[in-house]
């Protein structure tokens, strides 16, 4: 089990600072998936537009949001699906492994699916004596090391293709030693053929969602692997796993917000399959699940909706935030400790974890608007983090040392008079102090600085102090 | 050049910010003669300190309000207030307005401030459309593009416009120009380790240009950028530096004025 | 199943509380129920706006971009004779496992008697397979195919080859024509899209192992789409 580490935020940082192979991996996010949303953006004379109608169709949607869960239910049931609900993810697991074993199953194939990870439903399964199997290539290789995906669109960015090797050499029986794993195509079908047969053999498909019509009752996938569409076609049970806030009208709404999805996420057109499911198999179709099931979770998503973070529920998990954020490209998806990694996660996570647990996340950002800049539904993420650090400091959850320092700065900031009396004499005496060099290495009061950066010296009078001799 | 007489032009109240009033008086004078030169009437409000964006991005949103409410009743009464520094005109602009949001006596002050209030550069390209600038400068510059002055202001095409008219300045963009240095207020202190990841990254994609001279409207951003370059060399780290990469405020060089010693260097 | 009858009103009337803020109930539902009634128009790429001939080129160079493959003839009679090819060229025997879509029963099929086609769902033996597009958007070069007891979709997803036909006339530029034309066609009820619509833009594909883009992880290793001028 992947435990949450939202706590240890910064010691996690620390261990990613100098964790080579993520720093690489980090690097090629920024070389690929950005330069590709940027070529994608600019060939499309609309994309601005069209993301304005984006972002115009999840907030009427959110707004609506009761009006359109209900015609969503009322169209599945219409065509032959069940939908559950679940309050949290103890309930969702609970409805899960009923589904599964109502049919008796032994396996259950997984197609990529983020709720899956928020209610970490393989554990569950596990305990139950399933064997669930993560059939997207990157959450299955993470599967097989036991780690949590560090990416939302790229769960296996972090692990190089030795480290691949040797996971498959570990877990993959029946892999002769003399078989070469040297090269990604190599690993490519050896991949393949192992998920082949698990495919094929699986009692139930269990995939997310991307989006839910209401129009139609349909669940949308969208993937590039095509495991997607394996794992939901083959086995007799499909059940897909969606939160309240991925309903969207109609079949034009969720089109618009296909144009923007794949452009943010990896630069595609469009993403290799995208899938629009509507109930079980007919009644001649020689394949398809004989079930469908809808599972739909709330998890702390309600309590978002009434307070101060209503404009969160619009993300479409493009993930553009953290390929464009720099925090993010320099400590990578796992320090941040749990499921939702990079600015989405740093709003999102202490929604639904609570603040307590994770209130370094909407810290730890130079708020740069990077994010706001890319997000395909124009999220405004830096505002929303500065509503977190309200609630840290009303909360008192942040460190004591920058409260204070901040405290006296408001204090003199507060009162010019005593600011300039003061101000002029310590930076006339930092300033002859650093005559020499024209920098400082180290201040006691800003160690985080002089760490690991020279400290600039002031030049000497303020400028205040200048300005009133020239007056004179 | 068009000396406009003393008295005709608009009358600009100077946000010096704190950083420039602290560390580096010579931007707000060299800010004072590219206003003036424009025709400007000049004055610096002794009243101000801070714009209150320490308080207000670290969620202390009662003493940002007090704070700001200090630049409001000194500035209200200009044509125009300008800060050398997109930072801190952002958080006038952009954030005043939201901090009074349920302050009905308060909205319309702020929003008559925030409409009239500029970056340095900005103002004199989109207000005071200059161009004429006589300063020289033989040397290869390149530009950073701090994060609030670009997003939150639009701040990209201005401060170019007017460096194509110093005589001699040759830009030469780098790559990560519009990446964020990692300086963040409070925290290059809180996240020092982020902090100094982000700005080795910026400081390694300058590295890649021939540039002499790294330029930037914001103290906060050219002080992170050059206590790491200075750092690194003293450290000998990052051989392809060329210790001659010097820091500056742009309006040191739009102004003529770069006869104080770069950023966190010495005289002589 | 009471208990989830009770979760779900529980769920859905935390949002209604929510909500009730700023807009009421009723009104909620009345404005939700005319969206989808008609939905809103959108806002539609130029891209695609051009003479059906041009939409053709469009289509197919999209589609080669994420590493389709295209051929066009005239006729239908000539698809058995333009599969063989295609097959022999790729090294795999003259064999398919093919949709029975009305459209194929229309091809003289003995014009190629060493290709062999069977009908029916694909299963993990079948090398290639044969179907037939809904509708092509130039757009970004996307196929359109959907479930229908002719048209199993294992068809599109096991085999490691997967051969599309085309016809030039089901060519569109964009996404909203086939919606329109899959409510008209297929059936007017509300809840009526076949079970599965699938939107396929080049073959399989995965970027998982150090960010290098592989083709044929779970899916098609080859998308390979034949247009057919008349059909």
Redesign the interface.
């Known amino acids: 089990m992947v435990e949450a580490t939202t706590t240890q935020f910064?010691s996690n940082?620390?261990k990613a600072?100098v964790d080579k192979q993520l720093q690489k991996?980090l690097a090629?996010?920024k070389t690929?998936f950005v330069h590709n949303r940027k070529i994608a953006s600019e060939r499309?004379?609309?994309f601005e537009?069209?993301r304005d109608?984006a972002r115009d169709i999840k907030t009427?949607t959110i707004?609506?949001?009761?009006?359109?869960?209900?015609?969503y239910?009322q169209?599945?049931e219409?065509?032959g699906g069940h939908?559950?609900?679940?309050?949290d993810e103890t309930?969702a697991r609970e409805i899960i492994l009923a589904i599964c074993q109502s049919v008796d199953a032994k396996t259950v194939t997984k197609g990529k699916s983020m709720i899956g990870e928020e209610i970490a439903i393989n554990d569950y399964l596990e305990e139950n004596g399933l064997e669930p199997i993560e059939?997207?290539?990157?959450e299955y290789?993470i599967q097989l090391r036991g780690e949590a995906p560090s990416h939302i669109i790229?769960?296996?960015?972090h692990v190089?293709?030795e480290q691949?090797a040797d996971a498959f050499r570990e877990t993959h029986k029946n892999l002769p030693a003399e078989r070469s794993l040297e090269e990604?195509?190599e690993?490519?079908a050896e991949?393949?053929a192992m998920?082949?047969d698990k495919?094929?053999n699986a009692d139930v498909g269990i995939t997310g969602a991307n989006f839910l019509i209401?129009?139609?009752?349909?669940s949308v996938i969208v993937t590039?692997?095509?495991?997607g569409?394996?794992t939901q076609?083959?086995p007799g049970v499909h059940i897909a796993l969606a939160s309240?806030e991925k309903v969207v009208?109609?079949?034009?709404?969720t089109?618009?917000l296909?144009?923007v999805l794949a452009r943010s996420a990896?630069g595609?057109?469009?993403?290799?399959?995208?899938?629009?499911?509507?109930?079980?198999?007919?009644a001649?179709?020689?394949?398809?699940p004989a079930e469908y099931h809808v599972v739909?979770l709330?998890n702390g998503r309600?309590d978002l909706?009434?307070g101060d973070f209503?404009e969160m529920l619009r993300c479409i998990r493009c993930g553009a935030c953290l390929n464009h954020c720099?925090?993010y490209?320099?400590?990578g998806g796992h320090a941040y400790g749990w499921v939702y990694p990079g600015p989405m996660g740093a709003v999102l996570t202490p929604g639904l974890m609570g603040l307590d647990e994770a209130a370094d996340l909407p810290?730890?950002?130079?708020?740069?608007?990077?994010c706001?800049?890319v997000c395909p539904v124009r999220i405004p993420l830096p505002?929303l983090l500065?509503r977190w650090?309200?609630?840290?400091?009303?909360r008192d959850l942040?460190?004591w040392q920058?409260?204070w320092?901040?405290?006296w700065?408001?204090v003199?900031?507060?009162r010019?008079a005593l600011?300039?009396f003061f101000?002029g004499p310590k930076?006339q005496f930092l300033g002859w102090w650093?005559?020499?060099?024209?920098?400082l290495?180290y201040i006691p009061s800003?160690?985080?600085?002089t760490?690991?950066?020279?400290?600039?010296?002031?030049?000497g009078?303020?400028?205040?102090q200048?300005?009133?001799e020239k007056r004179k | 050049m068009t000396v406009a007489s003393p008295n005709s032009g608009p009358k600009v109240g100077l946000f010096v910010t704190c950083l420039v009033d602290l560390m580096r008086p010579s931007i707000g004078f060299a800010a004072i003669k590219l206003l003036e030169d424009a025709g400007c009437q000049i004055e610096v409000p002794e009243s101000q300190t801070c714009c209150g964006q320490p308080a207000y991005n670290s969620g202390d949103r009662q003493n940002a309000k007090d704070i700001a409410r200090l630049v409001v009743d000194a500035f209200e009464d200009y044509d125009y207030v300008v800060a050398p520094s997109g930072s801190c005109a952002g958080m006038i602009k952009e954030h005043y307005p939201k901090l009074f949001a349920d302050d009905l006596e308060m909205t319309p002050r702020v929003y008559n401030l925030a409409q009239k209030t500029h970056e340095l550069t900005s103002f004199l390209i989109d207000v005071m459309n200059t161009q004429d600038l006589t300063a020289k400068l033989e040397q290869k510059i390149t530009y950073h593009d701090s994060c609030a002055g670009l997003r939150e202001l639009g701040v990209k095409a201005q401060p170019r416009q007017l460096l194509a008219q110093v005589e001699g300045a040759e830009l030469q963009e780098y790559e990560g120009a519009e990446t964020c240095c990692g300086f963040g207020g409070t925290f290059c202190v809180k996240y020092s380790d982020i902090s100094d990841h982000m700005v080795k990254q910026s400081v390694e994609s300058l590295a890649e240009t021939d540039a002499e001279l790294v330029l930037g409207g914001d103290l906060g951003c050219l002080m992170n950028i050059q206590g790491k370059l200075s750092r690194l060399q003293d450290e000998g780290k990052e051989t392809n530096l060329k210790a001659t990469l010097k820091v500056r405020h742009v309006a040191e060089v739009l102004a003529g004025m770069i006869d104080t010693p770069p950023i966190g260097e010495a005289d002589g | 199943m009471s208990v989830q009858n009770n979760t779900g009103a529980d769920i859905l009337g935390k949002i209604g509380a929510a909500l009730d803020k700023d807009s009421d109930k009723a009104a909620r539902a009345a404005t939700a129920a005319a969206r989808i009634e008609s939905p809103p128009k959108n806002l539609i790429p130029n891209r695609a706006q051009v003479s059906p001939e041009d939409q053709v080129q469009l289509f197919r160079d999209w589609a080669e971009e994420v590493s389709a493959t295209t051929d066009r003839i005239e006729h239908l009679d000539d698809l058995p004779a333009a599969l063989a090819a295609y097959l022999s060229s790729q090294n795999l025997p003259s064999e398919i496992k093919s949709s029975d879509d009305p459209l194929l029963g229309r091809v003289d099929w003995t014009r190629q008697p060493t290709l062999t086609r069977h009908l029916g769902v694909a299963i993990e033996a079948d090398q290639a397979s044969l179907a037939v597009a809904f509708a092509g958007i130039a757009e970004t070069g996307t196929l359109v195919l959907h479930a229908a007891p002719e048209n199993p979709t294992t068809l599109n997803f096991l085999p490691e080859t997967h051969i599309v036909v085309l016809p030039r006339s089901r060519v569109t530029g964009d996404y909203e024509t086939t919606w329109n034309r899959l409510r008209n066609e297929i059936g007017s009820e509300p809840s009526s899209l076949p079970r599965v619509v699938n939107w396929i833009t080049g073959p399989s594909r995965t970027g998982d192992i150090e960010q290098k883009i592989q083709l044929g992880i779970h899916g098609p290793r080859r998308l390979h789409i034949i247009i057919i001028d008349e059909a």
């Not at chain 1, 595609?268 to 007919?282: A, K, L, N």
């Not at chain 1, 810290?363 to 990077?370: I, P, R």
């Not at chain 1, 650090?389 to 009303?394: E, G, L, N, S």
């Not at chain 1, 650093?434 to 920098?439: D, F, V």
């Open positions: 910064k940082v620390k600072l991996a090629g996010i690929g499309l004379e609309e537009d069209l109608r009427h707004q609506h949001l009761d009006a359109y869960l209900e015609i239910q169209n599945v219409a065509s939908v559950h609900w679940a309050r309930e059939t997207d290539l990157g290789i790229a769960p296996a960015s190089s293709k691949v990604p195509d690993l490519l991949a393949r998920l082949r495919f094929i209401a129009e139609t009752g349909s590039n692997e095509g495991n569409d394996l076609t083959l309240i009208p109609t079949l034009e709404d089109t618009t296909l144009r990896t595609q057109e469009m993403s290799s399959y995208t899938t629009f499911s509507t109930g079980p198999r007919r001649a179709d020689l394949d398809g739909i709330d309600t909706l009434a209503s720099p925090v490209n320099s400590i810290q730890a950002s130079t708020l740069c608007g990077k706001e800049e505002s500065r650090r309200d609630q840290v400091y009303v942040g460190d920058t409260k320092a901040l405290k700065w408001a003199f900031a507060k010019p600011y300039h101000a930076m650093a005559r020499k060099k024209g920098h290495k800003l160690k985080g600085w760490r690991n950066r020279n400290f600039p010296a002031p030049q009078k303020t400028f205040q200048l300005w009133k």
